[in-house]
């Protein structure tokens, strides 16, 4: 078995480091990382374009630590004297000497004092240095208040550098905090600027202490365009989306030659400005918009209500709960939903106790919740979770601790093409034919019988456009053949887009079986297995 894995790594080991730009559309975190490599000592500021939240009133951003944190009991005095540095205000170096300390820490607390440093250094608007902490931080051994003063230290710098709509969507739900009230201060000081920045405060949330907040958001009757005669997007041309954004255009160009010729579209470029460009597609009479692709660009739209008075299609999902605006329609190629089918169609066919192996990331932790949540609430049992590291050393051990005699029924995993190459055979290996199933991230859209063939029997989703053209050779011009397919679909359902909302209509498009919700679309994919290295479609 060592030789095999041994094998399969030299093998793929390559290909494991390559990243597409999917991931940046659909397992990026909620909130940007900066990824500059510089050294933690480098403070270099970041121009906000509002004041910072420190001259926010009455209550200071930063509470002091608590000095009752256990610790090795070698650290305990310079514990101390960081708590000292923090009460003198000198807050540089008070977290740097956090940070420093936390490293001698083993987790929880190690990330518990981390989020210390991580704060005071975001209450000086030092995004760069903030997120060179969080770096640092294992979101495994982040939960209850120390997740939501996580969630309130992104919020904090999503405001100092002029974007409320993203802090306001980062902050913890006031109806499920569990906070000390130090931090429940906070964090309503931070929603209150960022409201008021915004435009959407209001006079009783302005007078109510934090545990007396009640935002009672007001449902609006969706806008939908009187014509879909003129359609303009608004997509980058270049940069790190402009590949991605290239072939969803060609998918448009393609539904608008096959279905709409009565249609005008009409490409704008977001790189020089997304707001100005949507304020030139509705000058030049377009009556509906796709795009933004990038959630930051949609948040950006958002900021300026009054003027949106065209109907925007998304191409990406906001996080949160808040209240979709009246404008605003979601659209894109949705992990989540891909995996609460998994589950569904996992419980329908009889297999009730799964083991759940995702990577140990942003993008893995958002599989692990959804279909956890939806396997659960119709009576699966999750057996164990395997949050696997990037490293293939260590995929044998994370089998055969969480796969081995654990009882389970099925597996759900979630990989890249070569993360699930090398997983497959030692699943075979340690658990014979027990069944695995995975979303359509583990092909590539590509025909790759000799790669692949480790992944046959696997049972997973996939959409339709890659299942119908996969074998005529459609798709080997295509960097992005999925994107091609949304790009398709965003054209159909904007021209159907009526029909969706009020209608209840289901759409057979290219990305899958589309309906609509809350103004968000739904996608029903396809089934399928690899038969020989490639993939052949399933009856659902």
Same mark, same amino acid.
């Given at each position: 078995?060592?030789?095999?894995?041994?094998?399969?790594?030299?093998?793929?080991?390559? %290909?494991?480091?390559?990243?597409?730009?999917?991931?940046?559309? &659909?397992?990026?975190?909620?909130?940007?990382? /900066?990824?500059?490599?510089?050294?933690?000592?480098?403070?270099?500021?970041?121009?906000?374009?509002? %004041?910072?939240?420190?001259?926010?009133?009455?209550?200071?951003?930063?509470?002091?630590?608590?000095?009752?944190?256990?610790?090795? =009991?070698?650290?305990?005095?310079?514990?101390?004297?960081?708590?000292?540095?923090?009460?003198?205000? =000198?807050?540089?170096?008070?977290?740097?000497?956090?940070?420093?300390?936390?490293?001698?820490?083993?987790?929880?607390?190690?990330?518990?004092?981390?989020?210390?440093?991580?704060?005071?250094?975001?209450?000086?608007?030092?995004?760069?240095?903030?997120?060179?902490?969080?770096?640092?931080?294992?979101?495994?051994?982040?939960?209850?208040?120390?997740?939501? $003063?996580? $969630?309130?230290?992104?919020?904090?710098?999503?405001? =100092?550098?002029?974007?409320?709509?993203?802090?306001?969507?980062?902050?913890?739900?006031?109806?499920?905090?569990?906070?000390?009230?130090?931090?429940?201060?906070?964090?309503?000081?931070?929603?209150?600027?960022?409201?008021?920045?915004?435009?959407?405060?209001?006079?009783?949330?302005?007078?109510? %202490?934090?545990?007396?907040?009640?935002?009672?958001?007001?449902?609006?009757?969706?806008?939908?365009?009187?014509?879909?005669?003129?359609?303009?997007?608004?997509?980058?041309?270049?940069?790190?989306?402009? +590949?991605?954004?290239?072939?969803?255009?060609?998918?448009?160009?393609?539904?608008?030659?096959?279905?709409?010729?009565?249609?005008?579209?009409?490409?704008?470029?977001?790189?020089?400005?997304?707001?100005?460009?949507?304020?030139?597609?509705?000058?030049?009479?377009?009556?509906?918009?796709?795009?933004?692709?990038?959630?930051?660009?949609?948040?950006?739209?958002?900021?300026?209500?009054?003027?949106?008075?065209?109907?925007?299609?998304?191409?990406?999902?906001?996080?949160?709960?808040?209240?979709?605006?009246?404008?605003?329609?979601?659209?894109?190629?949705?992990?989540?939903?891909?995996?609460?089918?998994?589950?569904?169609?996992?419980?329908?066919?009889?297999?009730?106790?799964?083991?759940?192996?995702?990577?140990?990331?942003?993008?893995?932790? $958002?599989?692990?919740?959804?279909?956890?949540?939806?396997?659960?609430?119709?009576?699966? =049992?999750?057996?164990?979770?395997? $949050?696997?590291?990037?490293?293939?050393?260590?995929?044998?051990?994370?089998?055969?601790?969480?796969?081995?005699?654990?009882?389970?029924?099925?597996?759900?995993?979630?990989?890249?093409? &070569?993360?699930?190459?090398?997983?497959?055979?030692?699943?075979?290996?340690?658990?014979?034919?027990?069944?695995?199933?995975?979303?359509?991230?583990?092909?590539?859209?590509?025909?790759?019988?000799?790669? /692949?063939?480790?992944?046959?029997?696997?049972?997973?989703?996939?959409?339709?456009?890659?299942?119908?053209?996969?074998?005529?050779?459609?798709?080997?011009?295509?960097?992005?053949?999925?994107?091609?397919?949304?790009?398709? /679909?965003?054209?159909?359902?904007?021209?159907?887009?009526?029909?969706?909302?009020? +209608?209840?209509? &289901?759409?057979?498009?290219?990305?899958?079986?589309?309906?609509?919700?809350?103004?968000?679309?739904?996608?029903?994919?396809?089934?399928?297995?690899?038969?020989?290295?490639?993939?052949?479609?399933?009856?659902?």
């Amino acid at each position: 078995m060592y030789q095999l894995l041994k094998q399969r790594i030299h093998t793929y080991a390559y %290909p494991l480091f390559i990243c597409t730009a999917f991931t940046l559309l &659909t397992g990026c975190s909620t909130t940007p990382t /900066d990824t500059t490599t510089q050294p933690l000592g480098n403070t270099a500021k970041l121009p906000p374009a509002y %004041p910072k939240t420190s001259t926010l009133p009455d209550t200071p951003i930063y509470t002091p630590p608590q000095p009752e944190l256990s610790a090795p =009991q070698a650290a305990q005095g310079s514990l101390r004297l960081a708590n000292r540095l923090l009460q003198q205000g =000198q807050k540089a170096e008070a977290a740097q000497m956090y940070y420093q300390l936390a490293l001698n820490y083993p987790s929880p607390q190690r990330e518990r004092i981390i989020l210390q440093a991580a704060e005071i250094s975001a209450s000086m608007g030092d995004a760069l240095l903030t997120n060179q902490y969080l770096a640092q931080a294992n979101t495994q051994h982040i939960s209850g208040e120390s997740l939501e $003063r996580l $969630r309130y230290i992104k919020a904090l710098l999503a405001l =100092q550098v002029g974007k409320p709509n993203t802090a306001l969507s980062l902050l913890p739900d006031e109806s499920t905090v569990s906070q000390s009230p130090a931090l429940q201060e906070k964090i309503y000081h931070v929603r209150h600027k960022a409201m008021s920045l915004n435009g959407s405060i209001n006079t009783s949330y302005a007078s109510a %202490p934090p545990q007396q907040i009640q935002p009672q958001p007001v449902k609006q009757e969706p806008v939908i365009p009187t014509s879909t005669a003129r359609i303009a997007v608004l997509l980058p041309r270049s940069g790190s989306l402009g +590949g991605v954004a290239n072939e969803i255009f060609q998918g448009i160009q393609l539904a608008q030659a096959q279905t709409g010729n009565d249609t005008r579209i009409k490409f704008y470029d977001v790189s020089i400005g997304v707001l100005n460009q949507y304020r030139s597609a509705v000058a030049e009479g377009a009556d509906l918009i796709i795009g933004p692709l990038d959630k930051e660009n949609v948040v950006e739209l958002l900021r300026y209500p009054q003027e949106l008075s065209k109907p925007i299609l998304a191409l990406n999902y906001l996080e949160g709960n808040a209240a979709t605006p009246s404008v605003l329609y979601q659209f894109g190629l949705s992990p989540e939903d891909e995996a609460v089918q998994v589950a569904r169609t996992a419980l329908h066919r009889g297999h009730q106790r799964a083991v759940v192996m995702v990577p140990d990331s942003a993008w893995g932790n $958002r599989l692990e919740k959804a279909f956890k949540a939806a396997y659960q609430a119709e009576g699966g =049992q999750v057996v164990s979770i395997a $949050r696997y590291p990037n490293s293939p050393k260590n995929y044998l051990e994370q089998v055969q601790r969480h796969v081995t005699n654990s009882n389970a029924q099925m597996v759900f995993l979630a990989a890249s093409p &070569t993360q699930a190459r090398l997983m497959r055979p030692l699943l075979q290996a340690q658990a014979g034919l027990l069944p695995v199933y995975a979303t359509s991230h583990i092909f590539s859209g590509r025909l790759e019988p000799n790669k /692949d063939s480790d992944l046959d029997g696997i049972i997973y989703t996939e959409i339709p456009w890659i299942l119908d053209n996969i074998r005529s050779g459609a798709l080997k011009n295509s960097q992005y053949p999925r994107m091609y397919a949304l790009g398709i /679909d965003a054209f159909l359902v904007a021209k159907n887009l009526q029909n969706l909302v009020y +209608g209840n209509q &289901t759409l057979s498009g290219r990305t899958g079986q589309i309906n609509m919700r809350d103004q968000k679309i739904q996608r029903t994919l396809g089934l399928a297995t690899f038969i020989k290295g490639e993939p052949a479609a399933l009856e659902n």
